[in-house]
Every structure is written in structure tokens, then in C-alpha cells.
């Protein structure tokens, strides 16, 4: 038999599974009850912990009933009273921490009071780790909100709303957060949301599919991300782990290191919070600066507020030249000049009240002036500078540009007589006509066009456009409407039809103009409010059925509906009040133990013997469910029985107490001598009280194997006899060797050469013929 500490830690089977689930004494069951039913995490693993099943205080239990053994050392009344006593001990540290417990446990009044100090404790950390942030000169609590409240729904469970199959985020699963406006999306539903609209805009043309690489956006922000940018593994927010463990220390989907993202802008620090979902928040490093215009001393500030003005008078001379900045010491540069002032214009003809930052501006006259020919004036309006050369001095070109002419610029050049050859405007034919002053006719020659959707040709002439009346088939860029458009040259236009779609939330529908892929999540909001209507909750559109409403802080005063005193307190909340969750309490009549089990006296349970319907045209009827009072469940408080093999003590639930397998391995050492039962635990029936622990019984395995012991040194044949005990008879198989002379062949037996000296195996190795080798004689001179 087995220590009893390694019968504590090692026990295995079905015994173990019952214990663990079962409470362990009447004293666990006054703790429940005094816990108000509805057990915390926290206080349930400390319960476990504290009382775990009943183990603990059933070791020395079990010890004290298991046979001595072989390896027993102390005699059985001295090794009792030990056991008796570490019982003891064991006993009064469970019932010492036990009363720790309740008196936590009972420090607060009910469940509810708990959870308002965890929400209140959970802000006063949040609020203490960014009002270090505006500690400082010039901090501005306004520039954190949006970070406090990214950080806030990560801790209320139920906030993070995936907004593409609108339903919450929770802690346990793969979250994918935008780079853009940092919402956070289930993994599974960002992937499938990137595929299809990559999907969808690839698929517009046949020629292009799935070549291109097409960009995705946010569902929220519409922020594009390329192909390669798709999200297939899981990251914390900072990016630094992959598949960040679950930890309820930290913040959901948090690897828990400081971020160290870049800040943006840029300013050349990194964020010092812990990975954290949202925006970083501005940099609180300190820097010494000084304002904008550089006339004040430099102080320190906050970095992301390093930029400052000493609201003194700018002073720079402003692009006029005249005069100097009025305003406050201000970023970039400084406003145009506000005064007016009487300015000439460029060619100095008009004088006008401009403002002073425009001081160069042109009138509406021609200048007029005399060019340097002599018989021209200038044709600019209002310009800067000389005039330049007239226009028609030195060598011109004929209409048709083939012949130059040097005349004055008082003639005008000839026509050249030559054909004008210049190109159309259809821009396939030349002018027959000679080279003529003026536009050339419109082309007149009868060509074969074709439509301009490629699908009709016809005669006619070249200057005439030529449309069919084919209205176009090709699907719009929304995929659901026709161009309809007539003669369309395939570069159809973007549809013009509202979506009108059904938003997710299945509440209002997409107002955009018609398109493709998924719609904008709905932008709307819903506020869920509790019973009475003082508190609420605002959450996004379509979350509304599916959100609970918030907890009341009002106490609910009906009276109990079972056999207790009083009910436990709760919140005001919707419809009959919860069950209770409170000890039952009651004795039970076959064990005397005291029901542990919480309240079962308005358990709902589905009404049996209902009509059933006649035939498949009637309907069947929803289940009906009804509260009634349920018989207490079988008694769970442990008792030490031992295995059917005798391997273990574990503790069973007191109303299935009786023989059990512990589902190890029998081990019982089998007639063969070699071998062990392998069968589950399982009963071995004592023959006339010689059967020890380690002796195998009727029940158990027979040998059915072959002998698998070591075979002596040179034979190769395996034992004849079944697996038995003892050394394995002489091998009696014939060997075949040859004699020295290699002539004769030889029969001896496998166990004459296995066990032969080197002066034995020679005489077995000869045949006793003679020798008919040669014998080579070698003379000496």
C-alpha cells in the first residue's frame, strides 16, 4: 500500500473525479450558504483551495485504514495514533481557514456591493495611471479621453462590440485592432471582410481577376490596407507577441510589456504604458523649449505640448516690406498684411486701393506701345517688361507651313499654290484643297465606321459620329444594376441608384449611393436602460437586443419563495426574481448529512405528457416549462473506500460507496514469473489467505506468450517451451558445420557448441578421416 501523501497527490480513477466535484463536509456547506449562492472566481478558487474536496481532511483517514505492508517499519497502534493525530492537525488548519474566509467573505453585504467596489476600484487604477499625465505644466485631461475610454471597455465585459457580425468581444478570442481607428474586430470576421472585398472589386472584369492586388478597407474608417496587409496571425496591440496568453491580470489581448510604439506625430519618444488597446496617449515626456517667435526664455513642458506662445506682438516684417507682424506670437508663418495702400499696377497706366500684402496686380487695358518695327503696337494686356519683337518680322510660313517668305511685317505672306495636305479633324484624312488661308472644310469622304460600342458598322460619312441604338448589358461597379446605357464603349458609369441594403444592425438602411461590396456599419446609437430607467447604457445600433440592461443599484424587497428565512439581496431587475442560490440545508434521511446543494424548491424543469400531435400537418407545441420542488441530490460527502486491486484509498461520494476501479493497471505478478497482469483493477479472489499483494489471482491475465528470456552466447534458436519460470532448458536443435579438412559435414548438437572450450570445439570440428593435405617440406643448403 502506498504512502498516504502520495495517495493525496497521485489518486487516480473514478474516485478522484467524484471527490473533486463533490463539497466534502457539512462544514463546506455552511460556508456556501453563508456566501449568498452566487460564487466569485476569486472566491470559488479560494474555496477550492481552502477545503478542496475534502482530500485533505481524509489523508490521515486514509492512512490509518491501509493495510501496514511489507515496508512498514512501526507496529499498527503506533502508526494509528500518528495518523489519528495528523488528522487532528490537518482538521484545525482547514476550520481556521475556513472562518478567515467567512469573515472576508461576509465583509461586504451582498454581491453586488462587491462588484460596485471592483467597477469603483477598476477606475480609481485607470484613473490614477494617466493623471500622472496632466500632473505636470500645461497637461490636457481632454487629449486622454479617448485612450481612458478605449482602456475602459476593455475591462467592462460586453463593451467591445465587433461591428462586423455586431456581438461582443470577449477575452478568449483572436482580435484584430485597425491602425486607422483602432475598433477592434473579431479575427475570423476581418479576414472573411478583407477576402470579399477583395473578391468583389477584383471580380468587376474578367481580364483582371485576381491578378491585381487590390486594397481592403476598415468596416469603420474605410482606412485601406493592402493584400499583403490582410491579418493571419493573432498579436497583442503592441504587436510585440503572438497569440498573447490569457491572463486576468492584465489587459484583454494585452502581452503585458511596455508598448514603446512611436508617437504620432512623431517627436522621437515611445509610449511607456503597458500594451494597451486605442491610441498611445500624447507624450508626457518633459522638454525644455521656448515659444514660437523665440523671444521668450525656454521652460519646460510637456512634450506634446512643447509648442507654446508668449502672446507677446510677432514683430517679423511681413512680405509687403513695409510692415510688421501685430499678431501674437503664433506657429508658421506670419498672416498676409491687413492694410490697404494706393499701388500702381505693373504697366503703371491705373493707380488703385489694394490691399498691402498683393502689391503687384495688372489692369484690363492693352499696353499699346510702338514696337521696335515701327508699324505695330503691342497687343499684351498689362505686362512686365519690354515687348518684345514684332510678330511678323522676319521669315514667315505660308498658310500651309511649306514655304517660308522674308517680307515686311507690313505685307502679309501669299498663299504657295501647293495642296494644303494638313490633317482633318477626323484625323485620318488630309485637305485636298490648296493652301488657303482659314480652317479647312469638314471631311466629307464616305468611310466604313463602326459604333462606338465595336458592336455595328455602317457607311457614311467621315465627319458624322455613328452610335447604334444597343443599350448596353455590362453590370455597373455596384454589380447589381445595367449600364443601360445606349451604344456604351465599355467605360460605364458609376451607378447612380441609392444601396438601400439593410444594415447589420437591421435597423436602417445604407443611404450611399449604390456599391459594392459590404455597407458602412450603421453610425447610430441605442441607449439600453435598466428596469426603472435611471440607469443606462449607450451602445452601438443592432446591440440593443442582445445587450443586457444595465444593473440597478436599488435593492429588490419580495419576500422568499422557499423554505428559507429571508431571500438574498439583489438588484432591481426585469420580471420574477432570480432562484435562490442559498444552501438547502435540509437533513437527509438515508446519511444524516446535511444537503449542500443549493436551492431546489422552484426548479424549472419541461413538462412531460403533453399532447402530441397527430400527424406532420399539426404544429408542434413549444416545450412548457414548470416550477417545482425537486428531491435533494444524493448524498456527495466523501468517505475513504479503497480500489478493488487494492492500489489506492480515495474518498467516494457517501450514496456510491461500494467496491470501485481506480482504472490503474492490475501489476500483479503472473505465474509465469515474467509477466504482470495488465487487465484494469479489478477483484482477486485470496486462495486460502496466501495471496499476497503483488500475486496474481484467478481473475487475473494468463501468459499466453513465448519465452522472450536471453538465449546463451552463439545460439540463435528460441526456447521451445511457452513463457515459464526458471532458466530455459538445454537447446537440443542439430548444427551442421564442416570439419577441419572442410570435406566432411558434421551433426552436433547447439548446446555441445554454445557451451564448449576452444579444445572441445576442435574435437567436435573433426571427422577423425585422414588428413589429405599435403605436407610442403622446405631443404636448408
Not at 492537525?89 to 462588484?115: M, P, T, W
Not at 467597477?119 to 484613473?127: C, L, M, N, P, S
Request: charged residues 25%; glycine residues 8%.
Amino acid at each position: 500500500m502506498e504512502a498516504s501523501w502520495r495517495q493525496v497527490a497521485g489518486g487516480r480513477g473514478r474516485a478522484r473525479g467524484r471527490a473533486n466535484a463533490a463539497p466534502s463536509s457539512g462544514n463546506e456547506v455552511h460556508l456556501r450558504g453563508a456566501g449568498g449562492g452566487r460564487e466569485k472566481g476569486s472566491v470559488g478558487a479560494v474555496l477550492s483551495g481552502a477545503i478542496p474536496g475534502g482530500v485533505a481532511t481524509t489523508a490521515a483517514a486514509r492512512s490509518s485504514n491501509s493495510p501496514a505492508g511489507s515496508q512498514a517499519l512501526q507496529t499498527p497502534a503506533v502508526h494509528e495514533l500518528m495518523s489519528q493525530k495528523k488528522f487532528e492537525e490537518i482538521k484545525k488548519a482547514n476550520q481556521a481557514a475556513a472562518r478567515k474566509l467567512v469573515e472576508e467573505h461576509f465583509s461586504s453585504s451582498s454581491e453586488e456591493e462587491g462588484d460596485e467596489d471592483f467597477e469603483g476600484k477598476q477606475g480609481r487604477i485607470v484613473a490614477n495611471t494617466f493623471i500622472t499625465y496632466t500632473t505636470q505644466t500645461d497637461g490636457d485631461i481632454r487629449e486622454l479621453e479617448r485612450t481612458k475610454q478605449y482602456v475602459n471597455e476593455a475591462f467592462q465585459a460586453g463593451a467591445m462590440t465587433c461591428l462586423i457580425c455586431i456581438a461582443s468581444v470577449k477575452r478568449n478570442q483572436a482580435v484584430w485592432s485597425c491602425l486607422g481607428c483602432f475598433c477592434i474586430f473579431h479575427m475570423p470576421c476581418i479576414q472573411k471582410w478583407a477576402k470579399d472585398s477583395q473578391f468583389l472589386v477584383s471580380s468587376v472584369t474578367d481580364d483582371d481577376f485576381g491578378k491585381r492586388d487590390y486594397p481592403w478597407p476598415c468596416p469603420k474608417c474605410r482606412f485601406e490596407y493592402k493584400r499583403s496587409e490582410t491579418p493571419s496571425k493573432y498579436y497583442c496591440y503592441c504587436g510585440k507577441v503572438e497569440d498573447p496568453p490569457l491572463d486576468p491580470w492584465l489587459v484583454p489581448h494585452s502581452c503585458g510589456q511596455v508598448c514603446e510604439r512611436e508617437f504620432k506625430p512623431p517627436c522621437g519618444h515611445k509610449c511607456l504604458l503597458l500594451c494597451h488597446p486605442g491610441p498611445c496617449p500624447p507624450c508626457p515626456k518633459m522638454v525644455t523649449t521656448t515659444c514660437y517667435c523665440k523671444k521668450a526664455k525656454p521652460i519646460p513642458r510637456r512634450c506634446s505640448a512643447k509648442e507654446w506662445s508668449c502672446q507677446l506682438p510677432c514683430g517679423r516684417k511681413l512680405l509687403c516690406g513695409q510692415h510688421k507682424c501685430e499678431n501674437p506670437c503664433h506657429a508658421g508663418s506670419c498672416q498676409p498684411c491687413p492694410r490697404v495702400s494706393r499701388q500702381k499696377c505693373v504697366c503703371g497706366k491705373k493707380v488703385a486701393e489694394r490691399s498691402c500684402s498683393s502689391p503687384l496686380w495688372h489692369c484690363d487695358q492693352v499696353c499699346g506701345k510702338t514696337l521696335p518695327c515701327g508699324n505695330h503696337t503691342c497687343e499684351q494686356v498689362c505686362h512686365v517688361g519690354a515687348c518684345g519683337e514684332c510678330p511678323r518680322s522676319g521669315k514667315r510660313f505660308c498658310p500651309c507651313q511649306k514655304s517660308k517668305f522674308s517680307l515686311p511685317c507690313t505685307e502679309d505672306v501669299p498663299t504657295c499654290g501647293d495642296s494644303c495636305d494638313k490633317v482633318l479633324e477626323c484625323g485620318i484624312h488630309r485637305c485636298s484643297q490648296r493652301c488657303h488661308r482659314g480652317p479647312c472644310e469638314t471631311c466629307r469622304q464616305e468611310v466604313e465606321k463602326q459604333c462606338r460600342c465595336g458592336k455595328h458598322t455602317k457607311r457614311m460619312p467621315c465627319h458624322k459620329p455613328y452610335l447604334c441604338e444597343t443599350k448596353c448589358v455590362k453590370m455597373r461597379d455596384c454589380q447589381k444594376h445595367q449600364c443601360r446605357r445606349k451604344c456604351c464603349p465599355g467605360n460605364c458609369p458609376p451607378c447612380d441608384q441609392n444601396c438601400g441594403r439593410t444594415l447589420g444592425c437591421r435597423n436602417h438602411k445604407c443611404p450611399s449611393v449604390c456599391h459594392r461590396g459590404s455597407c458602412y456599419p450603421c453610425p447610430e446609437t441605442v441607449d439600453v436602460k435598466c428596469n426603472c430607467g435611471n440607469t443606462k447604457v449607450t451602445v452601438p445600433c443592432g446591440r440593443e437586443r442582445t445587450t443586457r440592461p444595465p444593473k440597478c443599484k436599488e435593492q429588490c424587497s419580495r419576500p422568499p419563495t422557499c423554505h428559507h428565512i429571508s431571500q438574498e439581496k439583489h438588484r432591481c431587475h426585469f420580471g420574477s426574481c432570480p432562484p435562490c442560490h442559498q444552501p438547502c440545508q435540509k437533513v437527509l434521511e438515508k446519511c444524516g448529512h446535511l444537503c449542500p446543494a443549493p436551492c431546489h424548491d422552484q426548479a424549472l424543469i419541461k413538462q412531460t405528457g403533453r399532447h402530441q400531435p397527430t400527424g406532420p400537418w399539426e404544429q408542434p407545441s413549444e416545450p412548457a416549462f414548470i416550477q417545482t420542488a425537486l428531491p435533494c441530490p444524493p448524498c456527495q460527502v466523501p468517505i475513504p473506500v479503497e480500489c478493488l486491486g487494492k492500489h489506492e484509498v480515495s474518498p467516494l461520494p457517501c450514496h456510491a460507496v461500494g467496491p470501485y476501479s481506480c482504472k490503474r493497471v492490475c501489476g500483479r505478478i503472473l505465474d509465469c514469473q515474467n509477466h504482470t497482469c495488465m487487465k484494469e483493477c479489478h477483484k482477486v479472489t485470496e486462495i486460502d489467505g496466501s495471496t499476497g499483494k503483488n500475486k496474481a489471482g484467478p481473475e487475473c491475465l494468463h501468459c499466453d506468450e513465448g519465452c522472450s528470456r536471453s538465449r546463451p552466447l552463439g545460439c540463435l534458436h528460441s526456447c521451445v517451451l511457452p513463457c515459464h519460470p526458471g532458466e530455459c532448458p538445454p537447446c537440443v536443435q542439430m548444427l551442421r558445420i564442416k570439419c577441419h579438412c572442410k570435406i566432411t559435414s558434421l551433426y552436433v548438437e547447439c548446446r555441445k557448441i554454445t557451451t564448449a572450450d576452444v579444445n572441445e570445439k576442435n574435437l567436435l570440428s573433426c571427422c577423425k578421416n585422414q588428413c589429405p593435405k599435403e605436407v610442403s617440406f622446405s631443404r636448408t643448403f
